[in-house]
């Protein structure tokens, strides 16, 4: 069978094998192979120069899927925070001291996550460098705002897969390759930040609008008003 060129049928091959190289890579690599290994014999199988073309754009994108894929995890070595990080089933993780800035804070009905720009941490009696992202978990108490440097004590876990939820992919986007539960939290500087100074009012409006008005009507009052819909219970979510 013969095939013509087709230059949006060649996009379409582009998509498709790239994706397919995405998904080989993090589901299944030794399907690269095989898809490979098939689509090359079949282009020479058919010897027609248009279907061996084909065959080479998938060959082509199927690798740069997969390279693309690797690409965005980080090198795990001394220089990154999560190679101090503990597998997810490690129970026995022992706590870490480290140094970083919040970039990004949700609140919840229960507790806040922070996720924490990393630059340091403590290795013996000094500090290495350390980048990368890790995601706290913390109580409610006390209010922290974007832009503060703080230090942070807790076992560092890489996250993995809760039941059926891939909790690891889904951090993966944010390039969040870390997590941390229950840490003792110093308070090591202040940002002045525009940013930072307008999450702190909101802060401070939440923590007013909770001491005048009782649940859940203050959560969804800071829902209405400051858009923290992930302070409201379940039941009332559910409810609205």
Known sequence: MLFKFSF????????ISFMVGVWSAAIYPPALLWLSGLSLLTGLFLRNKTTLLYSLLIVVFLLVGQWRYQAYW??????NISFYASDFSDRAATATVFQGTIVRLSSHY??????????GVQSAEDWRAASGRVLVKTYLYPLYIVGQKL???????KPGKIEDFA??????????????????????????????QMAGLADKMESMINLHLHEPAASLVNAMLLGRRQLLPDDVRHDF
């Open 151 to 157: 230090e942070i004590s807790c076992p560092l876990i």
């Open 74 to 79: 980080p090198a795990v070595n001394t220089g």
């Open 167 to 196: 909790y690891d992919l889904y951090l993966a986007k944010d390039r969040i390759f870390t997590t941390c539960y229950r840490p003792q939290i110093i308070l090591r500087g202040e940002s002045v930040s525009v940013a930072s």
């Open 110 to 119: 229960d507790h806040r996550k922070l996720v924490i720009s990393t630059d």
């Open 8 to 15: 949006k049928l060649s996009l379409e091959i582009v998509a």
